[in-house]
């Protein structure tokens, strides 16, 4: 049996050990019944081979389906650090040319590293730890924002 639910024998084909002593059957209503291992029939034998092959494709696209994700998670962890390191530098060339204290485009600055390094770890494959570092490359950029 390959697992479908109708791949099942019909409920009445199937017999309970308590009906099938109480109840005489005769040959004449008494279905005929195929032995145990045999397909019902041919088309039944065709299914449960072609079942083989498709779990062989369903497992070669399940592969495709977690390269597509994962490559997608690569191409926005790298975006997002990218975009985030740019808008801290911006942030801090802006900050150090105007009358705000030194440890509000240092703290720019050093967060748009780390959004940086974020964007390199996504390139490289390490999403999670991206996604880490660019929580952290903004959370210090918001502390220069508060010493502003």
């Known amino acids: 049996m390959s697992g479908r639910p109708d791949s099942d024998l019909t409920p009445d084909t199937q017999t309970s050990p308590d009906t099938a ?7 004449e ?4 019944r195929a032995p ?3 397909p019902e029939d041919l ?14 494709h369903e497992d070669e696209y399940d592969d495709d389906l977690l390269d597509e ?8 962890a790298v975006g997002t650090g ?11 060339l802006l900050r150090v040319s105007g009358t705000a204290p030194a ?4 703290a720019y600055a050093c967060g748009a590293a ?6 390199v770890l996504g390139a490289r494959g390490r999403t999670r730890r991206a996604l880490w570092a660019a929580v952290a490359g903004v959370m210090i950029m918001a502390l220069g924002d508060q010493f502003d």
């Open 36 to 38: 145990e291992d045999a």
């Open 29 to 32: 209503d008494a279905p005929e």
């Open 103 to 106: 440890l509000v485009p240092v």
């Open 21 to 27: 002593e109480d109840t005489p059957e005769t040959t």
């Open 114 to 119: 780390v959004c940086a390094l974020a964007a």
């Open 43 to 56: 088309s039944e034998a065709d299914d449960e081979h072609d079942d083989e092959h498709e779990d062989e």
């Open 82 to 92: 990218s975009v985030l390191a740019l808008a801290g530098t911006a942030a801090a």
């Open 69 to 76: 994700q994962a490559r997608r998670a690569r191409w926005a």
